[in-house]
C-alpha cells in the first residue's frame, strides 16, 4: 500500500506520526538498553534531541511526498487530456467510460462549422484560439459528470451520463444557442462561431463506438442540412450518405 500525502494537513499530521514514533522508539530503546539509573539522566535530552531532530525531517520528507503528489497528478492531468483545450483525449474518453456500466447513456458530436475557413483567413493561431473559444463553451455548459472530449481536428464527443435522445437533444441545442451567444475575438474583430451537433443513445457501453458512428451520421446530416443546428440519428432515415461519410471519418481515426 502506497502513502499518499494530498494536502499540507496530510504533511503535518505525517510530521506528528513520525515525531511521535521517534520519541516512543527513543523510550524504548533508553530504558532497554541502559541501567534505569542512566536511563532517567538521559531520557529528557534524548527526547529533545530526537524532537529536534525528528520534527523537521519528517516534515522535510512530507513536503517532499506532497510535491511528487502533485508532481504526478500534473502528469497524469496532461496525459489524459488535450494540451490545447483541456478536455479528455480520445483515449482517456475510453478510459473513462469503463466506469459507466449499467448507466443510461447519450452522445453528442460537435463540429465547428466552417473551421477551415478560420484557419485559412485568419492563421493557425485564429484556429486555436477558437478550438479553445469552443471547447470553454462546453465546459462550461455541460454537467459536471459529463465526459468531453476532442477526438481530432475541430470534432468534439460528449458522454452524457443519465440521459435518453430527448434529453440529449435538448442539451445540444442549449450548446449550440450558447456557442452562437459566444463570439471569438480575433485580430480586432469579432467572430461567430457556430457548430453542428448529432445525438444519439447508447444502447451498452460496449456499443459506444457505434453510437458515436450514429452521432456523427447525424452531424453530417445537420451540416447537409444548413449547419448551425441540431440532428439526432433516426434509424428510419435515409441516410446512406452520411452513413458513408461517418465510415470514413470513424476509419481514420486512431485506434484506442
Given at each position: 500500500?502506497?502513502?499518499?500525502?494530498?494536502?499540507?494537513?496530510?504533511?503535518?499530521?505525517?510530521?506528528?506520526?513520525?515525531?511521535?514514533?521517534?520519541?516512543?522508539?527513543?523510550?524504548?530503546?533508553?530504558?532497554?538498553?541502559?541501567?534505569?539509573s542512566l536511563a532517567d539522566l538521559?531520557?529528557?535530552?534524548?527526547?529533545?534531541?530526537?524532537?529536534?531532530?525528528?520534527?523537521?525531517?519528517?516534515?522535510?520528507?512530507?513536503?517532499?511526498?506532497?510535491?511528487?503528489?502533485?508532481?504526478?497528478?500534473?502528469?497524469?492531468?496532461?496525459?489524459?487530456?488535450?494540451?490545447?483545450?483541456?478536455?479528455?483525449?480520445?483515449?482517456?474518453?475510453?478510459?473513462?467510460?469503463?466506469?459507466?456500466?449499467?448507466?443510461?447513456?447519450?452522445?453528442?458530436?460537435?463540429?465547428?462549422?466552417?473551421?477551415?475557413?478560420?484557419?485559412?483567413?485568419?492563421?493557425?493561431?485564429?484556429?486555436?484560439?477558437?478550438?479553445?473559444?469552443?471547447?470553454?463553451?462546453?465546459?462550461?455548459h455541460c454537467r459536471d459528470n459529463?465526459?468531453?472530449?476532442?477526438?481530432?481536428?475541430?470534432?468534439?464527443?460528449?458522454?452524457?451520463?443519465?440521459?435518453?435522445?430527448?434529453?440529449?437533444?435538448?442539451?445540444?441545442?442549449?450548446?449550440?444557442?450558447?456557442?452562437?451567444?459566444?463570439?471569438?475575438?480575433?485580430?480586432?474583430?469579432?467572430?461567430?462561431?457556430?457548430?453542428?451537433?448529432?445525438?444519439?443513445?447508447?444502447?451498452?457501453?460496449?456499443?459506444?463506438?457505434?453510437?458515436?458512428?450514429?452521432?456523427?451520421?447525424?452531424?453530417?446530416?445537420?451540416?447537409s442540412t444548413g449547419r448551425d443546428?441540431?440532428?439526432?440519428?433516426?434509424?428510419?432515415?435515409?441516410?446512406?450518405?452520411?452513413?458513408?461519410?461517418?465510415?470514413?471519418?470513424?476509419?481514420?481515426?486512431?485506434?484506442?
Amino acid at each position: 500500500m502506497q502513502l499518499r500525502l494530498r494536502t499540507q494537513r496530510d504533511v503535518r499530521v505525517f510530521a506528528l506520526v513520525i515525531t511521535l514514533i521517534a520519541l516512543v522508539g527513543n523510550f524504548i530503546l533508553t530504558y532497554l538498553f541502559m541501567p534505569h539509573s542512566l536511563a532517567d539522566l538521559t531520557l529528557l535530552p534524548g527526547t529533545i534531541i530526537t524532537m529536534i531532530l525528528a520534527a523537521p525531517i519528517s516534515f522535510f520528507v512530507g513536503t517532499k511526498m506532497l510535491d511528487v503528489h502533485h508532481l504526478t497528478e500534473q502528469l497524469e492531468h496532461a496525459a489524459d487530456h488535450d494540451p490545447l483545450t483541456g478536455v479528455h483525449t480520445r483515449l482517456s474518453f475510453y478510459k473513462e467510460i469503463a466506469d459507466c456500466v449499467d448507466m443510461k447513456l447519450a452522445i453528442i458530436v460537435a463540429d465547428i462549422d466552417h473551421f477551415k475557413l478560420v484557419n485559412d483567413r485568419y492563421g493557425h493561431q485564429a484556429g486555436d484560439a477558437a478550438l479553445k473559444s469552443f471547447a470553454a463553451t462546453l465546459i462550461r455548459h455541460c454537467r459536471d459528470n459529463d465526459i468531453i472530449a476532442r477526438f481530432g481536428g475541430e470534432e468534439f464527443v460528449i458522454l452524457l451520463k443519465h440521459a435518453n435522445q430527448s434529453d440529449t437533444v435538448k442539451a445540444a441545442e442549449r450548446l449550440s444557442q450558447k456557442v452562437r451567444e459566444t463570439p471569438l475575438h480575433l485580430k480586432g474583430r469579432y467572430i461567430q462561431l457556430t457548430a453542428s451537433f448529432g445525438v444519439a443513445e447508447v444502447d451498452s457501453v460496449a456499443h459506444v463506438d457505434r453510437a458515436i458512428h450514429h452521432a456523427d451520421m447525424a452531424v453530417y446530416r445537420a451540416k447537409s442540412t444548413g449547419r448551425d443546428r441540431v440532428c439526432a440519428y433516426d434509424p428510419r432515415l435515409d441516410i446512406e450518405p452520411a452513413s458513408r461519410h461517418a465510415e470514413t471519418r470513424m476509419a481514420a481515426m486512431p485506434a484506442p
